[in-house]
Each structure stands twice: as structure tokens, then as C-alpha cells.
């Protein structure tokens, strides 16, 4: 099999890596809007660095993987589709809903696959606690709690792009209270801070932000955010049923310590970032992807699924911007 990689940042770069060792994956082309970037990485890996994204399209790919700037998203997936080819993209599809449902009208017209990049949903921790919701173990599930907390701001020029905490952070625990509970989000009440680095006042966003999520059989979700939690890296997901209660992302490395008298002490060796807590997860995805392409596994997480999570997380800024409830129905593109 030959795939083309387009973006070789940080993700693209570590991709490119588990894509160049998958026993499945016979040849790797990797661009990059800067050329230079594309030829480091290829040497790293083995791959062939294509001048462009332009060459990748036309040298004969059995599928796509797009880890570009978000910008480049939606027309690249259109490109992919126009060609026949299936893709993965790294979330989001685009920043806006019009975007989104431009590029996923391009996908259902040709017929081609579209996976999203939602990591989560293949990391252990958070798979075993969806079989437990699913078995029953937990009872009725009344509170969940989403927590995802990075330990330093991004530069300041990304934020602009970025599309604002709640579309590029909290999308993902979006998705994977979805994924996770099986119900739906019916209701958001969102509230944020900019009392933080004066970039995020600068961009209009915000540092930290925290919302209540209502969910379509009355369980009661919360999931808070901040991009300047100075003790590490920090993701994690509580789910309290009528019978018990269970925590993802709780471990040694976790960057949180008890004030109690026999509390455990912080993390000596907290997550420094995504990559590294995700890493497993990460390949696993890209492996799901490889066996999609094969004909050997269905897709894990379609285009359709984003538009989901998209519209949570624009339902949360309009209720943060105007101070009161949304329902996801006042929300377009369902």
C-alpha cells in the first residue's frame, strides 16, 4: 500500500514515523508546505518527499492522511475525495460549520471514507470505561466529568487559527463523552476566562473555559479546560453510576496530588504533552485506518462524527458569548 502524508509538524512528523513501520504500508510520501520540513522527515523515515501536495495526488497514493495547517483541511479532504481516494484527517474538518458541511457534502458525493482524527476513542483507558457504561457495571450513569488541561499556552499566533478552546480542545471530550456514554448532548451551558496571558484577550478567546452538558437521558456531564496548567499535562474522565464509579486517566503520571494525610504525592514524571500520553492510541488509529483502506475493518470515527462534536462546541461559544443555555438544536448542520 502507498500513502501520502501532507503535513509534517509534530504530528505529521510522528505519523510519518508509525506509518513508514506498518507492515501494511509499502511506500510513504510525505509534503509539507515547506519542502525542507517534508525532505527531513522523509530521511528520518524512508519516505519520498514530494515537492507538494499537488505531486502526492498525482503519484499513484492508495490513500490519504492530512495533517496540515487546519485551514487546508476541508479543501484537501475535497481533493482526496474528488480523486476516489480514502482519507484520514487530523481534526477539525474545518473551524466553521459551513466548512465542515462543504467538505463532508464533497465525501458523501464521491462515496469515499472519511476518518477523523479523534484519538481518544483507542486509548485503553477510555475504551475499558465505555464497556463498563455499556455492561451496566456502573448502573445508571447520573454525572460524568471531562477534565483536559494543557501545562503551557500555545503560541500566540496559532491562537487566531485555532478556532477557540472549545473547538480545538474541549471537541475532543466532546467526542468522547458521545463515544463513551452512547447518549447524545441536548443542552450546553458554557462559561469561560480570559484572565490569563492577554494573547487569548487579543484573539478573543479564552484561557480556561468550563461547561455543563446535558445529556439525552438526563445524565449531567461537566468538562472544564485550561491551557495553563502549570503541573503537567492532564486528561481525564469520571463516570458515577448508581452502583459505582470509575476514573480514566488516573495513574502515576497523573500531574494532581492529595493534601490529605495519606494522599498520594504529585507525579515525579507528569505527561509533558499529547503525543506522549496519546502515543498508543495514536497508532492504533492510524492502524484502524490502515485496515479501512484494506477492505478489513469499517470506519472508527466518519466525518459525521465531527460535525457532532463540531456543534457542541459551537453551541458552548454561542452560550458563553450570550450568557444562557443552548440546545444543540438551534445548532445548523444536523
Given at each position: 500500500m502507498?500513502?501520502?502524508?501532507?503535513g509534517t509538524g509534530r504530528i505529521g512528523t510522528f505519523h510519518a514515523g508509525v506509518l513508514a513501520r506498518h507492515r501494511e504500508v509499502g511506500s510513504l510520501v510525505v509534503a509539507d508546505a515547506d519542502p525542507t520540513k517534508a525532505v527531513?522527515?522523509?530521511e528520518r523515515t524512508g519516505a519520498t518527499a514530494a515537492p507538494?501536495?499537488?505531486?502526492?495526488?498525482t503519484w499513484g497514493v492508495d490513500a490519504i492522511v492530512i495533517a496540515s495547517a487546519t485551514a487546508s483541511h476541508a479543501e484537501l479532504i475535497g481533493r482526496a475525495a474528488r480523486a476516489g481516494l480514502p482519507a484520514f484527517c487530523e481534526k477539525p474538518i474545518a473551524v466553521d460549520l459551513p466548512g465542515t458541511l462543504g467538505a463532508l457534502r464533497e465525501v458523501e458525493t464521491a462515496g469515499t471514507e472519511l476518518q477523523l482524527g479523534f484519538m481518544r476513542r483507542f486509548d485503553a483507558?477510555?475504551?475499558?470505561a465505555r464497556d463498563l457504561?455499556?455492561?451496566?457495571?456502573l448502573g445508571r450513569l447520573h454525572t460524568v466529568r471531562a477534565i483536559t488541561s494543557d501545562p503551557a499556552p500555545p503560541p500566540a499566533d496559532y491562537l487566531p487559527l485555532s478556532g477557540g478552546?472549545?473547538?480545538d480542545c474541549l471537541v475532543h471530550d466532546f467526542d468522547i463523552l458521545r463515544w463513551v456514554t452512547g447518549r447524545e448532548v441536548v443542552e450546553v451551558y458554557a462559561t469561560g476566562s480570559d484572565a490569563g496571558p492577554p494573547m487569548f484577550r487579543e484573539a478573543g478567546d479564552v484561557d480556561t473555559a468550563a461547561a455543563v452538558l446535558t445529556l439525552d437521558d438526563g445524565t449531567l456531564a461537566t468538562a472544564t479546560a485550561t491551557r495553563c496548567n502549570g503541573a503537567g499535562y492532564d486528561v481525564r474522565m469520571e463516570l458515577a453510576g448508581e452502583l459505582d464509579q470509575v476514573a480514566v486517566g488516573l495513574d502515576d503520571r497523573t500531574p494532581i496530588s492529595s493534601t490529605e494525610p495519606q494522599g498520594a504525592p504529585a507525579a515525579d514524571k507528569p505527561w509533558p504533552?499529547?503525543?506522549e500520553r496519546f502515543a498508543p492510541a495514536y497508532e492504533a488509529e492510524l492502524d484502524a485506518f490502515v485496515r479501512m483502506v484494506q477492505g478489513e475493518g469499517t470506519n472508527p470515527c466518519d466525518g459525521r462524527e465531527a460535525l457532532t462534536a463540531l456543534r457542541i462546541a459551537e453551541a458552548c461559544e454561542l452560550s458563553r458569548r450570550e450568557h444562557k443555555p443552548v440546545r444543540l438544536e438551534e445548532i445548523a448542520g444536523a
Open positions: 502507498r500513502i501520502g502524508l501532507i527531513a522527515v522523509a507538494s501536495a499537488h505531486e502526492i495526488f483507558g477510555y475504551t475499558v457504561v455499556r455492561s451496566g457495571s478552546l472549545y473547538r504533552g499529547f503525543l
